[in-house]
């Protein structure tokens, strides 16, 4: 298991569930913030915490991994935001090995389902377990839940959703497996189909001729990590919040350029409207309100 803030809801739903938890696969210790300690993952703690056998492979690939997987004498390998396996770990328990994906299945196969799935204007998603096999989230569908996306919902907010849902429909997989009763429904490989690629700087960047929906879902689908930004004053500007403003429209605007009363607005020009901040972060500063931004920095009021 993975990312900790999704992985630990799973391995605790588990944990509180009717079957046995053999041990918990988890990324190798890694040194983390300014001063670079060593850190253990919220996954491992928990697992310790629990009385949990813990493997933390450097190597997929390992030979050693392998045998340490095998001795574990699991039916049921569970994935929640992990690597990439190999095939000789996948296809090691009787029962197969499952994984969680936060979107509806064969709609964003990928590394980032929720950040894609704002950032192009959806309005439902969901959760998805299927079987792994060779080809990266194709395998059999099992089970799918579906959730709307608000209008105003970030990734973060989506993120905390999902974790949720993901948690009852995981449940539900394993005793279904459990009990010898699941569907196993093969996804389409035709047709059009959305993915989710892995989130780059150069997908962050804000692009000013686009449209107002576009930018917004932009800024909320990247929301509170790794952020939209654009340059301002010569520095990158992370916005974290927004509002469309499409009424009243300056069409002498020319997209990228700005209007503010310099104490409790900020509003960049699009190609047809207007985004306006609510909580950004200027570089070398912390995250902050626009009318704290406002009150430490004097700008002009319209460019």
């Not at 429909?169 to 490989?189: F, R, S, W």
């Not at 912390?286 to 009150?295: C, G």
Request: include cysteine.
């Amino acid at each position: 298991m993975g990312t900790p803030e999704f992985a630990v809801p799973m391995l605790e739903t588990l944990l509180n569930s009717e079957h046995e938890v053999v041990g918990v696969v988890t990324a190798s210790d890694k040194p983390a913030g300014r001063g670079m300690q060593v850190g253990e993952s919220e996954v491992k703690q928990f697992a310790q915490a629990s009385g949990l056998p813990i493997l933390q492979p450097e190597k997929l690939k390992s030979l050693d991994f392998h045998e340490a997987l095998k001795s574990l004498h699991a039916d049921l390998f569970v994935v929640v935001a992990f690597r990439m396996l190999p095939e000789v770990v996948w296809s090691m328990p009787p029962l197969g090995t499952i994984n969680l994906h936060a979107s509806l299945l064969p709609q964003y196969r990928g590394a980032a389902p929720i950040h894609r799935a704002i950032m192009n204007g959806e309005k439902e998603t969901g959760v998805t377990t299927f079987f792994i096999q060779q080809e990266i989230d194709t395998g059999k569908i099992i089970f799918s839940e579906k959730t709307p996306i608000r209008e105003d919902e970030t990734a973060g907010e989506l993120y905390l959703e999902l974790m949720r849902l993901g948690a009852k429909v995981l449940h539900k997989t394993v005793n279904a497996i459990a009990a010898g009763d699941y569907p196993q429904i093969p996804q389409e490989h035709a047709g059009t189909l959305k993915t989710a690629p892995k989130i780059f700087k150069q997908d962050c960047k804000i692009n000013w001729d686009d449209s107002t929906e576009n930018t917004y879902n932009l800024i909320r689908g990247l929301s509170p990590y790794p952020a939209a930004f654009t340059t301002f004053n010569n520095k990158v500007f992370k916005i974290y919040k927004a509002e469309k403003v499409t009424s009243m429209i300056d069409r002498t605007a020319k997209p990228g350029g700005y209007r503010s009363d310099g104490k409790t607005f900020l509003q960049f020009a699009c190609a047809d409207g207007y985004i306006e901040v609510k909580e950004c972060q200027l570089e070398g500063k912390k995250k902050m309100s626009i009318e704290e931004f406002l009150r430490g920095n004097k700008i002009d009021v319209n460019v």
